[in-house]
Each structure stands twice: as structure tokens, then as C-alpha cells.
């Protein structure tokens, strides 16, 4: 399977906020994992099913802008894809920007995203939508 044109159009999908394309690019019962502390960020958590996962983006589109999302790396291994991309953001609420990688996991089936993991630096998220910094710890 080639997974370039299944991960393409779900970056472009995420991007555009095409409800089409993005079901069109999913399975039914898609899983979201976004990890992270609960309650850390609004959207951490698993998020199962279309529905749900359409309500995690909206969730998420309402705090943060992407200015700019770019692949670095990409590794696949039969059905599973690790893609490694560095993001900009800004925070609605409070007007900061975060930049940082992300570690995006990917499972396939039939040509289309069943589960989409992601790892994130949700401390620098959490101190731009907050608009303050947390406390470090040794």
C-alpha cells in the first residue's frame, strides 16, 4: 500500500477543515489518541469514531490557529506510518505561537487512517493558551 497519498490528503484535509475529504479519508470506527496529562489541554484523550474526532478538530481549531505544518520525516512499516513534522501555531485566546515537533502515528487499513496517534509538546501548548508558564521540575 502506499501510504504517501493517504497521509497527504489527511494533512490537507486537517488543514482545509474539508468535512468531505476527511471522511472520505478515515474508517468508521477511526480512534484518535492525542497524548498528553488530562486536562493539561481541551482535546487530550481518545477520541473514538467519526463523530467524535470531527468534534476533537473543532475543539482544537477553536484554540489554536496552524500557521504552518511541515513533514521532516516519514518511516512506514507494512500498515503503520511514524511521521515526524515541526508546527507553528497560534493561540487564539491569548496570541502566542508555539513551535515544536510532533511525533504523528498513523495505522491503515483498506487505504484509509484507522487510528492517528499523536505526541506533542503539550506544555508548550498548555503555557500558550494559558498565557503563562509552567513551573519547572527537576
Known amino acids: 500500500m502506499e501510504q504517501a497519498p493517504i497521509l497527504d490528503a489527511w494533512y490537507a484535509a486537517l488543514r482545509s ?28 484523550g481518545e477520541w473514538h469514531g467519526v463523530a467524535a474526532c470531527r468534534r476533537l478538530f473543532s475543539i482544537v481549531a477553536q484554540h489554536l490557529e496552524i500557521i504552518a505544518i511541515t513533514p521532516r520525516l516519514r518511516m512506514a ?29 498513523f495505522m491503515l487499513r483498506d487505504g484509509r487512517v484507522a487510528c492517528y496517534e499523536v505526541f506533542h509538546d503539550t506544555a508548550a501548548l498548555r503555557e500558550a493558551l494559558a498565557d503563562t508558564r509552567l513551573r519547572d521540575t527537576p
Do not use: C, K
Request: charged share 25%; glycine share 10%; no cysteine.
Open 17 to 44: 477543515g474539508d468535512e468531505a475529504a476527511f471522511q472520505a479519508g478515515v474508517t468508521e470506527d477511526i480512534a484518535i489518541l492525542y497524548r498528553g496529562r488530562p486536562g493539561l489541554l481541551p482535546w487530550t
Open 77 to 105: 512499516q507494512d500498515d503503520r506510518v511514524a511521521v515526524l513534522l515541526s508546527g507553528h501555531w497560534r493561540a487564539r485566546a491569548t496570541g502566542r505561537e508555539v513551535q515544536a515537533d510532533v511525533m504523528n502515528l
